[in-house]
């Protein structure tokens, strides 16, 4: 089974800053794919990033981008520039690559993050 | 972009009453439809996988009888959730997803319901 960890319940920057949300997993599955998603105050869940294991390079999407590190099972979001929009819960998941049609998303308890203005 | 509805936004009840939500994705179709239940500042917690056609496969400790889940087309699936109490209040988010390993899943904007 896998597990995705968020060890940060919360978190607060300040507008225009940049701050990273910690994610760590644990698998024996070596090929899998790991995801943020955000949830803002409205609930809906949003796709910020997704990563492919077999890939060593780090994904990017505009001011978002992540630090994978497979071999520390370690999956961290950079927020570069944060707008007051940018504040959300944010979860980290797990989905096994898998040819079947049921890939399972596993969630991290999420966190909080706050924007000051 | 995929777009994935859920009717009705919000449900009040009365306990001992069931109650149907709607998971429909508009503008693909969609192999499988997963239905997760989130308590306020939690995670979504999966409760059931369902594929067209077929019987919902459901996680462990989740109630088959309470939460009844009906996949009948490739663009509808429905969580009947029965004879409803109060502790079954809470937000319910369905997703759907072209099916196969590591396609992106496409979340409803949730329902949440209340149990009086």
């Known amino acids: 089974a896998q597990t995705v960890t968020q060890s940060q319940p919360e978190m607060s920057v300040q507008e225009a800053e940049t701050v990273t949300l910690s994610c760590t997993y644990d698998?024996?599955?070596?090929?899998?794919?790991l995801f943020w998603y955000k949830q803002p105050p409205s609930r809906q869940m949003i796709l910020v990033i997704r990563?492919?294991?077999?890939?060593?390079q780090n994904a990017t999407e505009n001011r978002f981008s992540v630090n994978f590190q497979k071999a520390a099972k370690s999956f961290s979001l950079k927020i570069s520039d944060s707008q007051l929009g940018d504040t959300a819960m944010y979860f980290c998941?797990?989905?096994?690559?898998?040819?079947?049609?049921?890939?399972?998303?596993?969630f991290g308890k999420g966190i909080t993050l706050s924007v000051r203005p | 972009g995929a777009v994935v509805s859920q009717h009705p936004s919000w449900v009040i009840c009365k306990s001992g009453t069931s109650v149907k939500i709607e998971c429909r994705s508009l503008?693909?179709?969609?192999?499988?439809m997963f239905w997760y239940r989130q308590f306020p500042k939690q995670s979504l917690m999966l409760m059931a996988t369902?594929?067209?056609?077929?019987?919902?496969?459901?996680e462990q400790g989740v109630e088959k009888d309470k939460f009844l889940i009906n996949h009948a087309s490739l663009t509808l699936s429905t969580l009947t959730v029965t004879s409803a109490h109060p502790e079954d209040s809470s937000f319910y988010i369905c997703?759907?997803?072209f099916g196969g390993g590591g396609n992106e899943q496409f979340f409803g904007p949730g329902t949440r319901l209340t149990v009086l």
């Open positions: 997703s759907a997803s």
């Open positions: 698998t024996s599955e070596n090929n899998y794919y």
């Open positions: 990563q492919e294991a077999y890939k060593q």
């Open positions: 998941a797990f989905m096994r690559r898998y040819t079947g049609a049921n890939s399972k998303l596993t």
């Open positions: 503008d693909f179709q969609a192999t499988t």
């Open positions: 369902s594929n067209e056609g077929s019987k919902a496969t459901y």
